[in-house]
């Protein structure tokens, strides 16, 4: 088991986007997405809008300086709950064989530290219908099923 006083948070530098690919790739889903190991101009045009929008958080969570986990953080104005700022969770990605060690958790509390630290009024996340593993972890972490999510694909 990891000792979480282990576990180290930070914002993502252009140096992390490989791992991340490799993260976001070690995914059921995302396999079939993403380029491992790829050159390809939009990751790193898509990490430059990341990073230059004070509205953004790419956060990673390392061990032993090794990124281990990850999640994209979108703080939101709105007009709605008296122009209540909200936080948005993306994209939430632990190693395959690190998981089952609280990293998630961890890395979700951290992300909701954020947050508050922002006066965020609420933290919402989307999460794919198959991901039913994923639907109870954030249970867990008293996240609660009150919305059905709709895309349209462009």
Request: aromatic fraction near 6%; include cysteine; charge should be positive.
């Amino acid at each position: 088991m990891i000792d979480h006083k282990d576990l180290k948070v930070r914002r993502a530098g252009i140096g992390d986007l490989p791992r991340l690919l490799e993260l976001l790739a070690d995914d059921t889903l995302g396999k079939n997405r993403e380029a491992v190991g790829s050159s390809e101009a939009c990751y790193v045009e898509a990490f430059n809008a990341i990073d230059g929008d004070v509205n953004q958080y790419l956060l990673v969570c390392e061990l032993a300086g090794r990124v281990i986990a990850m999640l994209q953080l979108t703080f939101i104005p709105g007009l709605s709950r008296r122009g209540a700022l909200r936080a948005n969770i993306e994209a939430v990605r632990v190693d395959s064989g690190m998981r089952g060690q609280g990293i998630g958790s961890w890395v979700m509390r951290q992300a909701v530290l954020l947050a508050r630290e922002r006066n965020c009024s609420l933290v919402q996340l989307t999460s794919d219908k198959s991901r039913t593993e994923a639907h109870r972890f954030y249970t867990r972490l008293d996240f609660v099923g009150s919305h059905e999510g709709f895309k349209l694909r462009l």
